[in-house]
């Protein structure tokens, strides 16, 4: 069994080491082209020391961090220290803070005292290059030995694989953001929807999609990667050894560019421990969603001699990497079936497309009530036309429910040949139904809605809904970003997370910044406030001051957003002093979420979505933390002890 450390007694134990004389730990690290085969086909990458990932990096809380890092590819590339806490020049972001980049053949030192414990990672901040391999873990102990202590430890890195160049990917985007969405619904999903919800219900959702230009199945801009656990596909076994009785931790990190994770390890339970490197309250799950370049720590205690499979699926499902927990090498566990890849909701649009003008009559509502307005925010955008549509709006609708997944051309929309599938009204009772009531009358085995606290809704849209979250289409797809895990699963929770020790700086804010995340998918254009990476003046901030900001997701697309250099203290609900420190807080499609930021690291800091191709495409701005005078130097005693993170952006750096 696993013991957990009492935090006074750990404390205690920093304060003595701290004392004494820190030392100094030196890593030489080679970056190089090279080429993979990637499901049979060969494409160019990246390694770190002829290696995909690169070397784990280990560290102990107190030393110095000296880092060599030798360039051997044609093109300028970076280390980003990504959750560590160290002096702004030290970030790793090109065009920061005077740095350039380290340049072809060059040798470049990075150095820092690590200043906090905990699980982390480095990648290239410089174009696409973190994509191609280049990045590693890192695990930094605390200085007397860790506050959970187990008898096994082990990383597991998660990342993808390509054989295409993540340049051509990028410019593949900006031709057809729908590019990689090979899951787009057809005219044979429509007749089966039709079949189950009615023609006109089927017809009319088709329409509204139609109308905003957005396709309810693009979950991921890119899919179809092969997916790998500390760089090995699936049939490749990645194996951790345990002894029956034995408790092991799992150092999870996601550095996909991509793809969000759902992970889990049938048969077993497991304790979440640390997330982005900060230890939390233990709590005991059956499965996580990992974003983008989040980390967790969990602890798992196997009592029977078998083998258990670590098993991470894409929230498209189009893939899954693994790794097994085994008592002997090359022992292998059963490997789940993928589940039902998800349709989007209209709910989960946010205000991407224009939404004024449609049809929202007839079909089932089963939307939430607006949300309480958000300070700083636009008001909710309001809908007309909620009556009967007009010969108007039926031709518009024809023409929109053609460029809605399929083609519709040839098909007799008159209804006379349809009125077996038209559906009638639904009662009060049948709207007010649970997504389980509603797959029950169905007859379908509901996937509940999952409250993953990645954001409150922003605004109740009012839009008439196919089905309820959580119940399936006539395709067997399930409705809702949030949904995927069987009923009775314990899936974890932003709003589970709660610090294991109380913050340093528990001071309400001084002022609110709100940050809206928009885009033009018609073009691939992301932004922060409407504005992409260059256009608009940086964020600035106070040293010393404490700040709300609020992230309202306007788009469709769930986003890991990451600030370099300090934490950010998400507001999940718990007490203002236990609020859990995040380096990446991911907002949910069409909702909103808000983090308290205590500006104690001077300097030029990176502030972007951490999806690759979103600050690609220019989901970037700078924080610019700065004394009163604008002096950006090093301080002796920064205002307040909290600690922070890192996570850069693009335009010249990744």
Same mark, same amino acid.
């Given at each position: 069994?696993?013991?957990?450390?009492?935090?006074?007694?750990?404390?205690?134990?920093?304060?003595?080491?701290?004392?004494?004389?820190?030392?100094?730990?030196?890593?030489?690290?080679?970056?190089?082209?090279?080429?993979?085969?990637?499901?049979?086909?060969?494409?160019?990458?990246?390694?770190?020391?002829?290696?995909?990932?690169?070397?784990?990096?280990?560290?102990?809380?107190?030393?110095?961090?000296?880092?060599?890092?030798?360039?051997?590819?044609?093109?300028?590339?970076?280390?980003?220290?990504?959750?560590?806490?160290?002096?702004?020049?030290?970030?790793?972001?090109?065009?920061?803070?005077?740095?350039?980049?380290?340049?072809?053949?060059?040798?470049?030192?990075?150095?820092?005292?690590?200043?906090?414990?905990?699980?982390?990672?480095?990648?290239?901040?410089?174009?696409?290059?973190?994509?191609?391999?280049?990045?590693?873990?890192?695990?930094?102990?605390?200085?007397?030995?860790?506050?959970?202590?187990?008898?096994?430890?082990?990383?597991?890195?998660?990342?993808?694989?390509?054989?295409?160049?993540?340049?051509?990917?990028?410019?593949?985007?900006?031709?057809?953001?729908?590019?990689?969405?090979? =899951?787009?619904?057809?005219?044979?999903?429509?007749?089966?929807? +039709?079949?189950?919800?009615?023609?006109?219900?089927?017809?009319?959702?088709?329409?509204?999609?139609?109308?905003?230009?957005?396709?309810?199945?693009? !979950?991921?801009?890119?899919?179809?990667?092969?997916?790998?656990?500390?760089?090995?596909?699936?049939?490749?076994?990645?194996?951790?050894?345990?002894?029956?009785?034995?408790?092991?931790?799992?150092?999870?990190?996601?550095?996909?560019?991509?793809?969000?994770?759902?992970?889990?390890?049938?048969?077993?339970?497991?304790?979440?421990?640390?997330?982005?490197?900060?230890?939390?309250?233990?709590?005991?799950?059956?499965?996580?969603?990992?974003?983008?370049?989040?980390?967790?720590?969990?602890?798992?205690?196997?009592?029977?001699?078998?083998?258990?499979?670590?098993?991470?699926?894409?929230?498209?499902?189009?893939?899954?990497?693994?790794?097994?927990?085994?008592?002997?090498?090359?022992?292998?566990?059963?490997?789940?079936?993928?589940?039902?890849?998800?349709?989007?909701?209209?709910?989960?649009?946010?205000?991407?497309?224009?939404?004024?003008?449609?049809?929202?009559?007839?079909?089932?509502?089963?939307?939430?009530?607006?949300?309480?307005?958000?300070?700083?925010?636009?008001?909710?955008?309001?809908?007309?036309?909620?009556?009967?549509?007009? +010969?108007?709006?039926?031709?518009?609708?024809?023409?929109?429910?053609?460029?809605? =997944?399929?083609?519709?051309?040839?098909?007799?929309?008159?209804?006379? =040949?349809?009125?077996?599938?038209?559906?009638?009204?639904?009662?009060?009772?049948?709207?007010?139904?649970?997504?389980?009531?509603?797959?029950?009358?169905?007859?379908?085995?509901?996937?509940?809605? !999952?409250?993953?606290?990645?954001?409150?809704?922003?605004?109740?849209?009012?839009?008439?809904?196919?089905?309820?979250?959580?119940?399936?289409?006539?395709?067997?797809?399930?409705?809702?970003?949030?949904?995927?895990?069987?009923?009775?699963?314990?899936?974890?929770?932003?709003?589970?997370?709660?610090?294991?020790?109380?913050?340093?700086?528990?001071?309400?804010?001084?002022?609110?910044?709100?940050?809206?995340?928009?885009?033009?998918?018609?073009?691939?254009?992301?932004?922060?406030?409407?504005?992409?990476?260059?256009?608009?003046?940086?964020?600035?901030?106070?040293?010393?001051?404490?700040?709300?900001?609020?992230?309202?997701?306007?788009?469709?697309?769930?986003?890991?957003?990451?600030?370099?250099?300090?934490?950010?203290?998400?507001?999940?609900?718990?007490?203002?002093?236990?609020?859990?420190?995040?380096?990446?807080?991911?907002?949910?499609?069409?909702?909103?979420?808000?983090?308290?930021?205590?500006?104690?690291?001077?300097?030029?800091?990176?502030?972007?979505?951490?999806?690759?191709?979103?600050?690609?495409?220019?989901?970037?701005?700078?924080?610019?933390?700065?004394?009163?005078?604008?002096?950006?130097?090093?301080?002796?005693?920064?205002?307040?002890?909290?600690?922070?993170?890192?996570?850069?952006?693009?335009?010249?750096?990744?």
């Amino acid at each position: 069994m696993f013991r957990l450390i009492r935090p006074r007694l750990l404390l205690a134990a920093i304060a003595l080491f701290t004392a004494a004389e820190a030392q100094a730990a030196e890593y030489d690290l080679v970056l190089a082209p090279a080429t993979v085969t990637t499901a049979g086909r060969p494409g160019p990458a990246i390694t770190v020391n002829g290696q995909i990932p690169g070397p784990t990096l280990h560290f102990r809380e107190g030393e110095t961090a000296t880092v060599r890092v030798t360039n051997n590819l044609k093109d300028t590339s970076s280390v980003h220290w990504h959750g560590i806490l160290l002096d702004s020049k030290e970030d790793g972001v090109p065009g920061f803070n005077g740095f350039v980049g380290i340049k072809p053949g060059q040798t470049y030192t990075y150095s820092f005292p690590l200043r906090q414990a905990g699980t982390y990672w480095y990648h290239a901040h410089s174009a696409t290059q973190e994509q191609a391999g280049h990045y590693g873990a890192i695990v930094v102990d605390p200085p007397n030995g860790p506050v959970v202590k187990t008898d096994r430890d082990y990383v597991l890195v998660f990342s993808e694989s390509t054989a295409e160049d993540p340049e051509r990917i990028l410019g593949n985007l900006k031709v057809d953001p729908s590019y990689y969405n090979t =899951g787009r619904r057809t005219v044979g999903d429509f007749f089966r929807d +039709a079949g189950k919800f009615g023609f006109q219900a089927a017809w009319r959702d088709r329409a509204n999609w139609g109308r905003m230009r957005m396709n309810p199945t693009d !979950i991921s801009d890119v899919s179809g990667y092969v997916l790998l656990a500390n760089g090995k596909p699936a049939e490749a076994n990645e194996t951790f050894l345990f002894t029956p009785g034995q408790s092991v931790k799992l150092r999870l990190v996601n550095s996909s560019a991509m793809t969000f994770l759902d992970v889990r390890i049938p048969g077993l339970k497991m304790t979440v421990v640390a997330a982005d490197g900060r230890d939390v309250v233990p709590v005991t799950v059956d499965e996580l969603r990992i974003s983008v370049a989040e980390t967790y720590d969990v602890v798992v205690e196997p009592k029977a001699d078998q083998a258990f499979t670590i098993f991470a699926e894409s929230i498209d499902r189009r893939g899954y990497a693994r790794a097994t927990l085994a008592t002997r090498a090359g022992d292998s566990g059963p490997i789940p079936a993928m589940r039902p890849r998800a349709i989007l909701t209209m709910a989960e649009m946010g205000t991407m497309g224009g939404m004024a003008g449609m049809d929202m009559s007839g079909g089932h509502d089963h939307g939430a009530p607006a949300a309480a307005p958000i300070p700083g925010a636009a008001p909710a955008p309001e809908h007309h036309n909620h009556g009967a549509p007009s +010969a108007q709006d039926k031709a518009a609708d024809s023409s929109a429910a053609a460029q809605s =997944g399929g083609d519709m051309a040839g098909m007799d929309m008159s209804g006379g =040949g349809h009125a077996h599938h038209q559906a009638a009204s639904p009662s009060a009772g049948e709207m007010n139904m649970t997504p389980e009531e509603h797959a029950a009358m169905m007859g379908d085995a509901a996937l509940p809605k !999952i409250d993953y606290g990645m954001g409150k809704p922003t605004a109740g849209h009012g839009m008439s809904e196919l089905s309820p979250e959580g119940t399936l289409d006539g395709s067997g797809r399930v409705f809702g970003w949030a949904n995927g895990a069987p009923a009775g699963s314990r899936v974890l929770s932003y709003n589970d997370l709660r610090a294991l020790t109380p913050n340093a700086d528990s001071r309400p804010p001084d002022r609110e910044i709100v940050v809206r995340l928009g885009g033009d998918m018609e073009r691939f254009v992301w932004t922060l406030n409407g504005k992409t990476f260059g256009e608009d003046q940086p964020i600035r901030l106070r040293y010393g001051e404490r700040v709300r900001m609020t992230f309202i997701n306007e788009t469709m697309m769930a986003h890991p957003m990451h600030l370099h250099g300090m934490f950010m203290q998400l507001e999940n609900g718990q007490p203002a002093d236990l609020l859990p420190d995040k380096h990446v807080v991911t907002v949910a499609p069409g909702r909103t979420a808000s983090v308290l930021i205590t500006a104690n690291e001077l300097g030029e800091w990176a502030f972007h979505c951490h999806l690759l191709y979103h600050m690609e495409a220019g989901m970037m701005q700078q924080v610019v933390v700065a004394r009163e005078d604008g002096s950006m130097g090093p301080s002796a005693a920064p205002p307040a002890a909290h600690d922070h993170h890192d996570h850069a952006g693009h335009g010249g750096a990744q």
